[in-house]
């Protein structure tokens, strides 16, 4: 048999303690319904770009892809247009872009003095936001997963 090691000889060890992430369903349902409230921003760059009014829609709770269907129909449209288009259109996420669409003409009107009538879309974009995990009971005393997604709509107007 080998040779004992000597313990003092070994090389010491640094334990690192990492921060650890808690995510409690109460809390992730709070900033859920927390931030499903529109964000006021007014973005002007200089150079040839123009002049946009920008409106988000955080965590709204309904899946992106089915948002970015609706969103591909107004995208480049006029404002006018686009109101009519979403009141006619029979999906439910049309509410959410529609007060989106609300939300960020009332920016330009009132931050930046556009007119409604000249107003176009000049950007939408939906992007994928925090996901709610929950587990459902299922055969034999499985847990099955549930993704209950979410999404952030961004909507830019600008003017004629």
Do not use: W
Request: glycine share 4%.
């Amino acid at each position: 048999m080998g040779a004992r090691r000597d313990k003092s000889a070994r090389a010491p060890v640094l334990h690192v303690q990492r921060p650890r992430l808690v995510v409690g369903t109460l809390r992730a349902t709070l900033q859920v319904v927390a931030a499903a409230s529109p964000e006021v921003e007014a973005t002007s760059d200089v150079g040839d770009d123009p002049l946009e009014a920008v409106s988000k829609l955080n965590s709204v709770r309904m899946s992106a892809s089915k948002v970015r269907r609706v969103l591909d129909q107004v995208r480049g449209r006029s404002y006018e247009e686009a109101l009519m288009i979403l009141e006619f259109m029979p999906y439910r996420s049309c509410d959410e872009v529609l007060k989106c669409l609300y939300s960020a003409s009332a920016n330009a009107k009132n931050n930046l003095d556009m007119d409604k009538s000249k107003l176009y879309i000049s950007h939408a974009s939906c992007d994928e936001g925090p996901t709610l995990k929950r587990f459902r009971p299922r055969a034999q005393g499985r847990g099955f997963p549930i993704r209950k997604r979410t999404c952030n709509i961004t909507i830019k107007v600008a003017e004629n």
